[in-house]
C-alpha cells in the first residue's frame, strides 16, 4: 500500500507533468533544430513564433466560443488550430521574404543570421503584445479533468491523489501525432527527403537539382506548423502570456543542444531531459520517501535539492556540461 | 564668532517660528503622494479626500483663529526615494507647510523621514506606508500612520486560524518586499501561538506554471494553505496547480487575494477557504462614500478614507494645541485620535473642532475607524470573509 502511494504521488507531482512539459519541449526543440539543420542558424524568434500562433488559436477560440461552437468534452482550441497554424505559416513565410531571404542571398555568416532573428523576435515579441496585451488570457474550456484527484482517491483508496488533466492526456497525444507525421515527412515523402540532402550537404544537393527556396519555404511551414500546435498545447496546459513564451525559449533550446542541434530525434529525447531534470531536481521528495522508507529513516527535512526558483538553472547547468564534454550532443548533431 | 553667529541666528528663527506658531490666519498642509509612478492611478482620490478634510476645517472657521487650510501638493513616485526626499524638502524650506500629508509608498515615505521630517522636526501623517519596518523606525515622535502594518495583519491572520482550530499551515508567498513581510510576520505571530508552519516557499509572479512550487507544498503538508500573493498575478496560479493536483483544497487569503475574481476563477471548488481584508463596518466608511460623491471622487477606492483621516487629524492635533508648530501639536495626535472623548465621524470637523476649543475631548473615528497605538499607527480593522457555495461572505469585522 506504501509503496502505491508512493508511486501515486510521484506519478502526480513528477511523472506526468514531466512528459506533459517534455513533450511540448520536444515540439519547440524539433522546429528550433530543423531551422538550424536546414537554414543554419539558430532561431531566436521560435518562442515568440509559438506565441504568435498561439495568439491566433486563442482569439479564433473566443470567436468559436462566442458563436456556441465547441467540441463537447475537447477544448474548442483544437478547433481553431488550423487555423492558427495557416495564420503562423503565413507570419513565417512573410519574415522569411522580407528579412531571412536578404540575407541568404547575402551568403550571410550564421552569426550575422542569429542576430538578425533576435531583431525578428522583438518584432514579433511586440507584434503579440500589441494585439492581444501582455496579460494572462484563458482559453481552455471542455473537461478540466481525465481524471480528477478527488475521483481517484475515492476510487482506489489510496491516501494519494492522482489527476490527469485533459490538456496533459491531449498534449501527448497531439505530440506523438505530431511527431510521426513530421518522422513520415522526412524520410518517406521526396520533399522530406530532398530536405534532409538540403542538411546534410548544401552543394551536393543544389548540382543534383534541388530548388533551395524550396526546401526552405517547406521548412518554414513545418517549423510553423510545430510551433503553434506547442505553442497552444503549452498555454491550454498552463496558460496563455506572451512573456511565458519567451522565457521558454531558453529550456527549448537546451533540449535542441542537449539531444544535438539538428538531429530531429535527438530534440525529443533531449526535451525530456531537460523537463525530468527541471522537475526531479526541484521536487521535494519527502512524502515519496516518507512512504517508502522505515519510519526511523524518514527525513525531517524536505529533500529537495534545489529550490523552485532555480528551475531554470537546471537548463543552463545542463546545458553547460553538454556544451563542455559532448559538444555535439547525446545524439550525433552538429557541433555548435 | 561664525558659528556662534550661525548658532544665534538658527534659534533666533526657531523661537520666531514659534511664537508665530499660536496665532495665524493661515495652514499650509503638504500632501505627498505619489502623482506619478505605480499608484498613480489611486492617488487622486486620496489627495482629493485629504483636501476635502482640509475645506471642512477652513469653511467651519473654528480651526485656531479662523484659519485657512491650503493644501500644497507634492509628487513622491512611490518609487524614487531621491525625487520623494527632494519634493518633501521643497514643501518645507520653500513653501513652509505646518505638516505634511503622506508620504504613501513605505519605501519613500521611509527615506523623507529619516532624511527631511525628522531633521526638521516635520509631523507626517502617512495614509498607506504599511511596511512592518516603519514601526520601529527612529521618527522623534513625528510620524503616524492611519494604515495599518502589514506585522498587524499577521496577527489577526494567525487570530483567525486558531479560532478555527487549525495548528499546521504550509505558506507560500509573493517573492517581494509585501509578500515577504506579512509572510514573516505570519510566520512569527502564528508559531507564537503554538501552530507550526511546515514550509514558507516564495513563488514569483507572471510564471505559466506553478506545479513544481505545489509539488513542494504539498510534500511538506499541512491543513490549508496560506496564499500571501497577488489574486491577478501568481497566487492565483498557485491555488489553481493546487486545486489540479489535489494538493490543498481549502486556502487561507490575506489582502492581496481578494477581489471579485476569486469567485469568478474558483467558485465552489474552494469552498471552506477563508481570508481578511482591510475594511470596517463603521458608519464612517458609509459617509465617506457619500461625501465622495458629493465631491466627485471615489470614497471606497483604496486608502482614500485613510487620506482623509490623515489631514483631520492633523488640524484636530493642532485645535487641541491651539499651536501650528508641529514640536507643539505632534504630541496631541494620539489623544485626539483615541477615547475617551465624543466620536468623530467623517463630515463633523467643525463639530470636533468646536468640542476640542471649547476644551472638550474628542475620539476621532473617521472614514477608518481610526485607533492608534503602539508607536502611533492605526490598529487596523479587518472584514474576515468565508468562500461558501462560490461566494464570498463576511464572516465578521475584526
Not at chain 1, 193 to 201: C, G, L, Q, T, V
Not at chain 2, 58 to 78: F, I, K, N, Y
Not at chain 2, 197 to 222: F, N, P, R
Amino acid at each position: 500500500m506504501d509503496f502505491l502511494n508512493a508511486l501515486v504521488a510521484l506519478s502526480n507531482f513528477v511523472l506526468i507533468p514531466a512528459i506533459a512539459y517534455g513533450s511540448q519541449l520536444a515540439l519547440g526543440a524539433l522546429g528550433v533544430t530543423l531551422i538550424y539543420g536546414i537554414l543554419r542558424f539558430s532561431n531566436f524568434a521560435h518562442g515568440d513564433t509559438m506565441a504568435f500562433g498561439a495568439m491566433i488559436a486563442v482569439l479564433v477560440t473566443w470567436w468559436f466560443q462566442s458563436m456556441g461552437i465547441g467540441l463537447g468534452p475537447l477544448p474548442t482550441a483544437l478547433l481553431a488550430l488550423p487555423v492558427a497554424i495557416a495564420g503562423c505559416m503565413l507570419l513565417v513565410l512573410l519574415t522569411d521574404r522580407l528579412v531571412y531571404r536578404f540575407y541568404r542571398e547575402q551568403k550571410a555568416k550564421p552569426v550575422i543570421l542569429v542576430i538578425v532573428s533576435m531583431g525578428v523576435m522583438f518584432i514579433m515579441n511586440g507584434l503579440v503584445r500589441f494585439i492581444i496585451g501582455p496579460g494572462d488570457q484563458r482559453f481552455s474550456d471542455g473537461e478540466r479533468f481525465l481524471i480528477s484527484a478527488r475521483e481517484f482517491k475515492q476510487m482506489t483508496g489510496l491516501r494519494e491523489g492522482l489527476a490527469i488533466k485533459t490538456s496533459q492526456g491531449l498534449t501527448v497525444v497531439v505530440a506523438v501525432i505530431a511527431v510521426a507525421l513530421l518522422f513520415w515527412f522526412l524520410n518517406r515523402t521526396r520533399t522530406g527527403k530532398s530536405m534532409r540532402a538540403y542538411s546534410d550537404n548544401e552543394d551536393l544537393a543544389l548540382l543534383s537539382g534541388i530548388n533551395p527556396e524550396r526546401v526552405v519555404m517547406y521548412t518554414w511551414l513545418i517549423v510553423a506548423a510545430l510551433a503553434t500546435v506547442a505553442g497552444v498545447l503549452y498555454g491550454l496546459d498552463k496558460s496563455f502570456k506572451p512573456f511565458v513564451y519567451f522565457q521558454l525559449l531558453l529550456p527549448i533550446f537546451a533540449s535542441a543542444i542537449v539531444g544535438g542541434l539538428g538531429n530531429p530525434l535527438g530534440a525529443i529525447a533531449g526535451g525530456f531531459v531537460i523537463a525530468f531534470s527541471e522537475v526531479t531536481i526541484t521536487y521535494a521528495w519527502k512524502k515519496v520517501l516518507k512512504y517508502l522508507l522505515p519510519e526511523n529513516l524518514e527525513p525531517s527535512g524536505l529533500v529537495q535539492l534545489l529550490s523552485t526558483d532555480y528551475k531554470f538553472a537546471v537548463s543552463f547547468m545542463i546545458l553547460l556540461i553538454v556544451l563542455l564534454f559532448k559538444p555535439t550532443g547525446l545524439f550525433k548533431g552538429k557541433s555548435v | 564668532m561664525k558659528k556662534l553667529l550661525m548658532a544665534t541666528a538658527a534659534v533666533a528663527l526657531t523661537a520666531g517660528t514659534a511664537f508665530a506658531g499660536g496665532h495665524a490666519k493661515e495652514v499650509k498642509l503638504g500632501i505627498i503622494f505619489g502623482f506619478t509612478g505605480p499608484i498613480e492611478s489611486l492617488t487622486p482620490p486620496m489627495a482629493a479626500a485629504a483636501e476635502l478634510a482640509m475645506k471642512e476645517a477652513t469653511e467651519s472657521g473654528m480651526l485656531l483663529d479662523a484659519a485657512t487650510v491650503t493644501p500644497v501638493r507634492a509628487d513622491s513616485t512611490c518609487v524614487d526615494a531621491s525625487a520623494a526626499t527632494a519634493a518633501a524638502e521643497r514643501l518645507i524650506t520653500s513653501d513652509k507647510v505646518n505638516g505634511i500629508v503622506g508620504a504613501d509608498c513605505s519605501g519613500v515615505t521611509g527615506a523623507i523621514l529619516s532624511n527631511v521630517a525628522v531633521a526638521n522636526g516635520m509631523v507626517m501623517i502617512s495614509p498607506s506606508a504599511t511596511s512592518p519596518a516603519l514601526s520601529t523606525a527612529e521618527d522623534n515622535g513625528l510620524f503616524f500612520r492611519t494604515a495599518p502594518s502589514d506585522a498587524r495583519q499577521g496577527v489577526v491572520m494567525t487570530e483567525v486560524l486558531m479560532e478555527m482550530g487549525i495548528q499546521e499551515v504550509a505558506l507560500t508567498y509573493t517573492n517581494n518586499d509585501y509578500g515577504k513581510g506579512l509572510a514573516d510576520s505570519f510566520q512569527s505571530a502564528f508559531e507564537g501561538a503554538g501552530g507550526s508552519v511546515t514550509i514558507s516557499a516564495a513563488h514569483e509572479d507572471g510564471k505559466a506554471d506553478y506545479s513544481a512550487e505545489v509539488g513542494a507544498l504539498a510534500a511538506a503538508g499541512g491543513d490549508l494553505l496560506v496564499v500571501a500573493g497577488y489574486l491577478d498575478q501568481g497566487g492565483s496560479g498557485v491555488v489553481r496547480a493546487s486545486i489540479d493536483s489535489g494538493a490543498f483544497d481549502t486556502f487561507h487569503f490575506p489582502d492581496g487575494m481578494y477581489g471579485a475574481l476569486l469567485e469568478e476563477n474558483f467558485g465552489s471548488e474552494i469552498d471552506g477557504s477563508t481570508g481578511q481584508v482591510p475594511g470596517t463596518d463603521s458608519p464612517g466608511a458609509a459617509s465617506m462614500r457619500a461625501m465622495g460623491e458629493a465631491n466627485g471622487f471615489d470614497g471606497t477606492s483604496s486608502f482614500v478614507g485613510e487620506s482623509y483621516d490623515a489631514a483631520a487629524l492633523i488640524m484636530l492635533a493642532m485645535q487641541a494645541a491651539n499651536s501650528k508648530d508641529p514640536a507643539d501639536y505632534k504630541g496631541k495626535i494620539m489623544d485626539v485620535a483615541n477615547a475617551p472623548g465624543e466620536k468623530i465621524y467623517p463630515g463633523e470637523l467643525g463639530k470636533a473642532l468646536e468640542i476640542i476649543k471649547n476644551g472638550g475631548d474628542v475620539d476621532y473615528v473617521g472614514a477608518t475607524a481610526v485607533e492608534l497605538i503602539g508607536p502611533g499607527e492605526s490598529a487596523g480593522n479587518y472584514r474576515q470573509y468565508k468562500i461558501d457555495g462560490g461566494k464570498i461572505t463576511t464572516v465578521k469585522y475584526r
